[in-house]
């Protein structure tokens, strides 16, 4: 039946594509950085069905239900964008120095409205909830706010989709993957703290410079020889702070890195560890050393399900669909995924070593159209799991008892 469905609305789905490619541009042309994003979010509700029936939530975010009443499926979109200056040159480039969608979020949101416009004006099996969360970029998560705010739970939402560009993969391709498909993310700073004094009387001081060069030079080995090797994690130091001055031994060195894991369990362990090796190595020169974790996104999880049902209906658009891509890049959606099922998708936009976050990244405009597709597919697949799952949570006939 889905099939059927889908290439029904499909069809209708392509007189929506003008307008949200213009959209697009629009939004492109106008960017917002993570909290501020209030002008984006009216551009976008300017633009839905019942746009002005929105409830705000995260601050510069907002929810609409398209489709009536009762069990929804939400799609979300993000509005945020990067501190980045532009170098693509095209006519609809942003118009805020400093600003710009390097990350497709402008493609996301054009594809919502495209697909929110058509259940709107055509139908759909179950109401929609256009999702427009702030702050993806960076922290606090918009994501983590909307999931604690209760009002997914309060507009009856039983699954969440998103799509986002992806230029690893070949324009015309989708990763639509089940399981754990994005790591978790987490921030942190090791501080050493130990004596400083004169550079040339360094018997007198314990030297903190030395202590977190050892601490840094461990933690490359905590995950070759800490962690199970059939597990992912990623640890990378990414800056080091300490002194003044040439000839004086400060008295404290900072260190700050990232860490990633493909696993919840894995996450936990390497935290601990990575405490345990600041703690002894700088111990062992005389210093100390005190961690502290800034919690990011967990791990990002698709409902095997819902990828499986997905992929089969963009296969019967025609679509390549692949059920590979993982990485230890983060996302999050994954605070919706450890809530609900949900799905998030890959779309291929190059395929040639472009990067996201790159000051000329560019997605053409006919990927709207893919990612709007994809939300589209995902959207049906979720909207029959759910009726599958009530009718078989639904009491027989008898089982009903008479009172």
Same mark, same amino acid.
């Given at each position: 039946m889905n099939n059927r469905l889908?290439?029904? &609305?499909?069809?209708?789905l392509e007189h929506?594509?003008?307008?949200?490619?213009?959209?697009?541009?629009?939004?492109?042309?106008?960017?917002?950085?993570?909290? @501020?994003?209030?002008?984006?979010?009216?551009?976008?509700?300017?633009a839905l069905p019942n746009g002005s029936d929105m409830t705000k939530v995260a601050d510069t975010g907002a929810v609409v239900r398209i489709g009536g009443d009762g069990p929804a #499926?939400?799609?979300?979109?993000?509005?945020?964008?990067?501190?980045?200056? @532009?170098?693509?040159? #095209?006519?609809?480039?942003?118009?805020?120095?400093g600003v710009m969608h390097a990350c497709g979020h402008d493609v996301h949101m054009a594809a919502v409205v495209a697909v929110a416009r058509t259940i709107a004006r055509v139908g759909g099996p179950v109401p929609l909830l256009a999702v427009l969360q702030p702050r993806e970029e960076t922290y606090p998560s918009g994501a983590r706010d909307i999931t604690e705010d209760g009002l997914l739970e309060l507009e009856a939402c039983r699954a969440v989709v998103g799509?986002?560009?992806q230029p690893l993969l070949p324009a015309g391709t989708v990763s639509c993957t089940p399981g754990v498909v994005n790591a978790s993310s987490d921030e942190f700073t090791v501080t050493v703290h130990g004596?400083?004094?004169?550079?040339?009387?360094?018997?007198?001081?314990?030297?903190?410079?030395?202590?977190l060069a050892h601490v840094v030079v461990a933690l490359?080995? *905590?995950?070759?020889?800490?962690?199970?090797?059939?597990?992912?994690?990623? *640890?990378?130091?990414?800056?080091?702070?300490?002194?003044?001055?040439?000839?004086?031994t400060p008295g404290v060195a900072v260190a700050r890195g990232t860490v990633r894991a493909m696993s919840t369990a894995d996450r936990e362990t390497v935290h601990a560890r990575l405490e345990e090796v600041a703690?002894?190595?700088?111990?062992?020169?005389?210093?100390?050393?005190? #961690?502290?974790f800034t919690r990011g996104e967990p791990v990002l999880d698709n409902d095997p399900r819902l990828a499986a049902?997905?992929?089969?209906? /963009?296969?019967? *658009?025609?679509?390549?669909?692949?059920?590979? &891509?993982?990485?230890?890049?983060?996302?999050?959606?994954?605070?919706?995924?450890?809530?609900?099922?949900? /799905?998030?998708?890959?779309?291929?936009?190059?395929?040639?070593?472009?990067?996201l976050h790159s000051p000329t990244f560019l997605p053409d405009d006919a990927r709207v159209r893919d990612v709007a597709h994809a939300l589209l597919a995902g959207y049906l697949a979720a909207a029959e799991l759910t009726a599958s799952d009530n009718a078989a949570a639904a009491p027989t006939t008898a089982e009903v008892k008479v009172v």
């Open positions: 889908l290439a029904s &609305l499909s069809a209708e929506e594509l003008p307008g949200a490619v213009a959209l697009r541009h629009q939004l492109h042309a106008q960017p917002r950085v993570s909290g @501020e994003e209030g002008e984006t979010r009216d551009l976008v509700l300017a #499926v939400a799609l979300r979109a993000e509005l945020d964008a990067l501190a980045v200056v @532009e170098a693509t040159g #095209v006519p609809w480039a942003s118009g805020h120095p799509a986002h560009v004596r400083g004094g004169h550079a040339a009387y360094p018997h007198l001081t314990r030297d903190p410079v030395v202590a490359q080995s *905590l995950v070759s020889r800490g962690i199970d090797p059939m597990s992912s994690i990623v *640890l990378s130091v990414t800056t080091l702070e300490a002194g003044t001055a040439a000839n004086v703690d002894l190595t700088a111990r062992a020169h005389g210093c100390t050393a005190k #961690v502290r049902a997905t992929g089969a209906l /963009l296969a019967s *658009l025609g679509l390549t669909v692949s059920h590979e &891509l993982r990485s230890a890049g983060s996302d999050d959606f994954s605070f919706f995924s450890e809530r609900l099922p949900a /799905l998030m998708m890959f779309v291929g936009t190059h395929g040639d070593g472009t990067q």
